[in-house]
Every structure is written in structure tokens, then in C-alpha cells.
């Protein structure tokens, strides 16, 4: 079973993990963003996670840059004076974006109900225009608006070949659902290859995701 979601905005930007402090996009969407997407429409990390399958590209990718203000420091116990710590940050993101992501839901060991249940919770709520907080596309500024997807009966992917090489799979392990105050990351890593507007997702446990440690 799956799920199919389009999604559309007026900008994106899906950042490399080398751009620390200027933001360079990616072409496309990680699968880690559209999880984030998925997740903040429907999530029950304890019962299940996201297994991102297709990503397909729906309108020309096109580019935007711009510079903003931003903070250079972390609020944490004391106020932050903006006109003492503010600095200037250049922004390469994507511009006019509609994808078409189809995901599976993949139950926990321990889960108790069946997988039928969580599709047609998944599905009310898209169906709906639910959400647990507001889908972005990358930055939380970048709103995504989204809908129940139609392969069949849908837009057509661009027709656009691209090897993106090694990107950013997830920034966590999929099976860690474990509340903390301080998160575990672990970085994994795929080869994106678009055909036709279609980038093919593996498995989360596929030997083609390069998994690196858990940093404590």
C-alpha cells in the first residue's frame, strides 16, 4: 500500500549538509524533507514511521537568490540584542515547486493495530487538510500546500534526467524512537538519480544506504 501526496509552494530550499552557513538547495527534495512533510501531517512515531518510496518532480526546477537577515546566536537563557548580533546570509533556494511523493507506512515491531488503520487515518487527515503544525518545504517559512495525489490522472513529471550523486537520505535513525532531550543523530546518505522526473527511493534498510554513526 501506499500513500500519494502532491505538494506545491512558491519557494523551497533543501539544503546541502557542506552549506553551514550559507544555504545552497539541492535540486529536488530529500527524502528526509518529504518525511518531515508526511510526519507533520500525520505521525505516531511510537506505532510506525514514513518509507519514502518516489519523489516525482512536477514543475521546471527553477532557482531564486536572495539575502536575509538572521541572528547569528542561539537563544537560550538570555535575550538576544538583534542589532548587536545580526548578520547578512545568502539563500540559494528553488522557486514555483509541485512534487508527487508516494510513501509507504511501515508499522513498529511492538505496534498492536493493523496497517489498514493507520492508511485510512493517513488518508483522512490529507483528505481533510489536517495537520499536527504547517508543512514546509526545507525552511519553516517556505509553506507546503498539499493534497491527496493521482498518478494516473495527475500532472506529468518533467522530462528531466539528472545524477545528483550522494545526497542526504535522513538525519536520524528510522528505527530510534526513543524521546530525549537531546536528539541522537545519525546522517545517512543514498545516490539520487532522477529519470524522467522520477527519482526511485530505496529502502531504509537497503545495502544502498550508507549509514554513518549515531553522533551522542
Not at 185 to 199: F, N
Amino acid at each position: 500500500m501506499e500513500v500519494v501526496l502532491e505538494v506545491w509552494g512558491d519557494f523551497a530550499c533543501f539544503s546541502m549538509p557542506d552549506g553551514k552557513v550559507e544555504r545552497l538547495t539541492y535540486p529536488v527534495p530529500t527524502p528526509s524533507a518529504v518525511r518531515g512533510i508526511l510526519s507533520s501531517i500525520y505521525s505516531k512515531p511510537k506505532e510506525f514511521f514514513w518509507q519514502v518510496n518516489r519523489i516525482e518532480v512536477l514543475n521546471p526546477i527553477r532557482y531564486i537568490s536572495f539575502k536575509r537577515n538572521e541572528v547569528k546566536s542561539k537563544v537560550k537563557d538570555k535575550p538576544i540584542f538583534t542589532n548587536e548580533d545580526r548578520t547578512q546570509r545568502q539563500t540559494v533556494a528553488l522557486r514555483d515547486v509541485r512534487y508527487r511523493f508516494a510513501a509507504s507506512i511501515c508499522p513498529r515491531s511492538d505496534f498492536t493495530g493493523t496497517e489498514t488503520q493507520l492508511y485510512e487515518q493517513a488518508l483522512r487527515r490529507i483528505r481533510g487538510g489536517k495537520a499536527f503544525v504547517q508543512p514546509a518545504l526545507g525552511l519553516k517559512e517556505f509553506v507546503a500546500y498539499f493534497q491527496e495525489g493521482d498518478c494516473e490522472n495527475g500532472p506529468i513529471p518533467i522530462p528531466v534526467d539528472m545524477d545528483l550523486g550522494l545526497m542526504v537520505y535522513d538525519i536520524f535513525d528510522l528505527y530510534d524512537c526513543e524521546v530525549r532531550k537531546k536528539t541522537r543523530p545519525r546522517l545517512s546518505l543514498y545516490h539520487c538519480v532522477m529519470r524522467q522526473g522520477v527519482i526511485q527511493v530505496p529502502p531504509y534498510d537497503s545495502p544502498e544506504v550508507l549509514k554513518g554513526d549515531t553522533v551522542c
